[in-house]
């Protein structure tokens, strides 16, 4: 309440204290000739009187910032214009440092003539540290705190646009859904914090390390362009794949990473999309070439075009999404018996069931056939079991097979046999029922490697089946080779059979040839009754194709074929 009996400079004083603004004013040499009740306490005051007199030098604030008020009111004083709403920081009687918008206003006389000035200002640090954190959290990753994709395309467009040079390295680890497929999400998250604690530590100070989401990283530098920029990048990437592939601890548990790279340095005229693209581009040629690959982007190269990558992307995303499953066609004896089932792939994507001919080539190409490879294995096996089960409660015989398609690059990786043989162990299957067919064309790749891996297969009692016979290079020579047991002659033969005598001979010789080496065989393909009595007169042991069974979701099989008799 304003007291009507003050004197009016009291209530004036009185009238300024209410105002809910810090107010000053200070002389033409910036000492102070009053201000509000407010602003006395900022400066470390308890009543007016101790300000008046007094410069920012004997106030509360640090001596660099009376400095800069003393500069700013004589600028104010000596242009005669007001300087408004700037915002400052200030270090108050508190110790506490705040945010300020504040008003300069020169003081005139009667003549007009600067005598002085008047400021006002409020604290806004409450808004600002608002801002400094909303800042914060569009420019970085919530799980990790490392800059986020936002933060790369800012710091990269000022460096493109200050023409400035630029190199993006850019990271997918490898191995990773693994993780999170065996221990659950939470922990996957787990792991991304520690490797990214890890990254932070390490990377070169220079470098800004980023995660753009899942477990895609990046780096970027910045700065002048230099002609080792490409060593150093290289360098950089190197070391840090090779960081990656240490064994982290996390939960007691060791975790074994691996990391694909994709080096970019940023050409005149490129923009933010051409870099991180070119760089991503790079990276997928890394995993294509194999685990722990850096790449260099070359702009003469060809890589994968862009459908490609999708299309690789989109598998990726469907594995996550558990969007695969299998569909099984019986495959029948001469006399009509149902001998077992060929397990075949299906990719259940936006709406469609997407057949193998449109994805398995793509991923052969790539690393995830192998995530394909043993979700393959695993569902076909988990799969037969529910059959088998279904079978036996129908008193029906439990000899059938499932046979399972085996990729080339599968076959050759690493450790194969002891996947399949734990697929197997884990569903508790005999392995003389789970038959794996491999393609023609895989005997090519490393013949001697080939050779080993089948016999200890077949060591392990699986079935070994070579599959699409007769469409591969000439492979009577390997035939002899190859430790296997039956051989399925490609569909490609049995649609001519019925009407070509001469592929009539071609398949009778290489049925009589196969059982000569102690082999059985499979005609595919069989579409007609025609085809059917046709290649049941060539002597083959086994049928598969439309015109007996077409391939089915488990739930049909299950009916169709485990019905009670
Ligand atoms: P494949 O192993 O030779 O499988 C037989 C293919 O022939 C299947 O095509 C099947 O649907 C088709 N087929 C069967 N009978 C007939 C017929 O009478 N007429 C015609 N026109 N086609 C018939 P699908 O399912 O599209 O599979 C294509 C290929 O994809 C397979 O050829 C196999 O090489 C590959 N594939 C399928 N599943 C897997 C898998 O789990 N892993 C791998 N690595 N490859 C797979
Ligand atoms: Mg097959
Ligand atoms: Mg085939």
Same mark, same amino acid.
């Given at each position: 309440m304003?007291?009507?009996?003050?004197?009016?400079?009291?209530?004036f004083?009185?009238?300024?204290?209410?105002?809910p603004?810090? %107010?000053?004013?200070k002389?033409?040499?910036?000492?102070y000739l009053g201000g509000? @009740?407010?602003?006395v306490?900022d400066? #470390?005051l308890?009543?007016?009187?101790?300000?008046?007199?007094?410069?920012?030098?004997?106030?509360?604030?640090?001596?660099?910032q009376?400095?800069?008020?003393?500069?700013?009111?004589?600028e104010?004083? &000596?242009?005669g214009?007001s300087?408004?709403n700037?915002?400052?920081?200030?270090?108050?009687?508190?110790?506490?440092?705040h945010w300020l918008?504040?008003?300069?206003?020169? $003081?005139?006389?009667?003549? *007009?003539?600067?005598? *002085?000035?008047? *400021?006002t200002?409020?604290?806004?640090t409450?808004r600002?540290t608002?801002?400094?954190?909303l800042?914060? =959290? @569009?420019?970085?990753?919530? $799980?990790?705190?490392?800059?986020?994709?936002?933060a790369?395309?800012?710091?990269?467009?000022?460096?493109?646009?200050?023409?400035?040079?630029?190199?993006?390295?850019?990271?997918d680890?490898?191995?990773f859904?693994?993780v999170?497929?065996?221990y659950?999400?939470?922990? #996957?998250d787990?792991?991304?914090?520690?490797?990214?604690?890890?990254?932070? $530590?390490?990377?070169?100070?220079n470098?800004?390390v980023?995660?753009l989401?899942?477990?895609?990283?990046?780096?970027?530098?910045?700065?002048?362009?230099h002609?080792?920029?490409?060593?150093?990048?290289?360098?950089v990437?190197g070391k840090?794949?090779?960081?990656?592939?240490?064994?982290?601890i996390?939960? &007691?548990?060791?975790?074994?990473l691996?990391?694909?790279?994709?080096?970019?340095?940023?050409?005149?005229?490129?923009?933010?999309?051409t870099?991180?693209?070119?760089a991503d581009?790079?990276?997928?040629q890394?995993?294509i &070439?194999?685990?722990?690959?850096?790449?260099?982007?070359?702009?003469?190269?060809?890589?994968?075009?862009?459908a490609?990558?999708?299309?690789?992307?989109? %598998?990726?995303e #469907?594995?996550?999404?558990r969007e695969?499953?299998?569909?099984?066609?019986?495959?029948?004896?001469? &006399?009509?018996q149902?001998?077992?089932?060929?397990?075949?792939?299906?990719?259940?994507?936006?709406g469609?069931?997407?057949?193998?001919?449109?994805?398995?080539?793509?991923?052969e190409?790539?690393?995830?056939?192998?995530?394909?490879?043993?979700?393959?294995?695993?569902?076909?096996?988990?799969?037969?079991?529910?059959w088998?089960?279904?079978?036996? @409660?129908?008193?029906?015989s439990?000899?059938?097979?499932?046979?399972?398609?085996?990729?080339p690059?599968q076959?050759s990786?690493?450790?194969?046999? =002891?996947?399949?043989?734990?697929?197997v162990k884990k569903?508790?299957?005999?392995?003389?029922?789970?038959?794996?067919?491999?393609?023609?064309t895989?005997?090519f *790749?490393?013949?001697?490697?080939?050779?080993?891996?089948?016999?200890?297969?077949?060591?392990?009692g699986?079935?070994?089946?070579?599959?699409?016979?007769?469409?591969?290079y000439?492979?009577?020579?390997?035939?002899?080779q190859?430790?296997?047991?039956k051989?399925k002659l490609d569909?490609?033969?049995?649609?001519? %059979?019925?009407?070509?005598?001469?592929?009539?001979?071609?398949?009778?010789?290489?049925i009589?040839?196969?059982?000569?080496l102690?082999?059985?065989?499979?005609?595919?393909g069989?579409?007609?009754t025609q085809?059917?009595?046709?290649?049941?007169?060539?002597?083959?042991?086994?049928l598969?194709?439309?015109c007996?069974a077409?391939?089915?979701?488990?739930a049909d099989l299950?009916?169709?074929?485990?019905?009670?008799s």
């Amino acid at each position: 309440m304003v007291d009507n009996n003050l004197p009016p400079l009291a209530l004036f004083q009185q009238v300024v204290d209410c105002l809910p603004l810090r %107010i000053f004013y200070k002389d033409r040499d910036s000492v102070y000739l009053g201000g509000n @009740a407010a602003f006395v306490q900022d400066a #470390g005051l308890s009543h007016v009187d101790e300000l008046i007199g007094k410069t920012d030098f004997e106030l509360a604030w640090t001596p660099e910032q009376a400095e800069a008020f003393r500069q700013d009111d004589q600028e104010v004083m &000596s242009s005669g214009e007001s300087k408004l709403n700037i915002e400052e920081p200030q270090t108050q009687g508190d110790g506490e440092q705040h945010w300020l918008v504040t008003n300069k206003v020169p $003081l005139r006389n009667a003549d *007009g003539e600067v005598v *002085g000035v008047m *400021g006002t200002y409020s604290d806004i640090t409450e808004r600002k540290t608002a801002e400094a954190r909303l800042n914060f =959290e @569009a420019t970085h990753d919530a $799980l990790t705190g490392l800059a986020n994709r936002r933060a790369v395309e800012q710091e990269l467009s000022c460096a493109l646009k200050t023409g400035a040079g630029a190199s993006v390295i850019y990271i997918d680890l490898d191995g990773f859904k693994d993780v999170n497929d065996l221990y659950g999400h939470a922990f #996957g998250d787990q792991v991304l914090m520690a490797l990214s604690q890890r990254l932070q $530590l390490k990377v070169p100070d220079n470098w800004l390390v980023a995660r753009l989401g899942g477990d895609e990283f990046l780096l970027l530098w910045q700065g002048p362009e230099h002609a080792a920029l490409e060593n150093e990048s290289r360098l950089v990437a190197g070391k840090l794949v090779e960081l990656i592939r240490q064994p982290l601890i996390v939960a &007691s548990r060791p975790i074994n990473l691996g990391a694909s790279a994709g080096v970019y340095i940023a050409q005149p005229n490129d923009d933010v999309e051409t870099c991180l693209r070119c760089a991503d581009l790079a990276m997928y040629q890394s995993k294509i &070439s194999g685990r722990g690959a850096v790449t260099l982007y070359d702009p003469e190269a060809h890589y994968v075009a862009d459908a490609e990558m999708a299309l690789l992307r989109d %598998i990726d995303e #469907g594995l996550a999404a558990r969007e695969f499953l299998m569909h099984y066609q019986p495959q029948f004896s001469v &006399s009509g018996q149902l001998l077992g089932v060929e397990a075949l792939l299906r990719w259940q994507h936006d709406g469609v069931l997407v057949r193998p001919a449109e994805f398995i080539a793509v991923a052969e190409r790539a690393e995830c056939i192998h995530a394909l490879g043993q979700l393959a294995l695993e569902l076909a096996c988990r799969d037969f079991v529910k059959w088998r089960r279904a079978l036996a @409660a129908k008193q029906q015989s439990a000899s059938q097979f499932v046979a399972i398609n085996v990729s080339p690059a599968q076959l050759s990786a690493a450790g194969f046999v =002891e996947q399949v043989l734990a697929v197997v162990k884990k569903y508790q299957l005999p392995p003389e029922l789970v038959h794996l067919e491999i393609t023609e064309t895989v005997v090519f *790749g490393n013949i001697e490697n080939t050779i080993a891996v089948l016999h200890q297969l077949r060591q392990a009692g699986f079935v070994i089946v070579l599959d699409d016979f007769g469409t591969g290079y000439s492979s009577l020579n390997y035939l002899a080779q190859l430790p296997i047991d039956k051989v399925k002659l490609d569909r490609s033969f049995i649609a001519k %059979i019925d009407h070509d005598e001469r592929y009539r001979h071609v398949v009778r010789t290489t049925i009589s040839m196969c059982h000569d080496l102690g082999m059985q065989v499979v005609c595919e393909g069989v579409e007609t009754t025609q085809q059917l009595d046709v290649v049941k007169s060539l002597g083959c042991d086994e049928l598969q194709g439309f015109c007996l069974a077409k391939p089915m979701a488990l739930a049909d099989l299950l009916d169709e074929f485990a019905k009670s008799s």
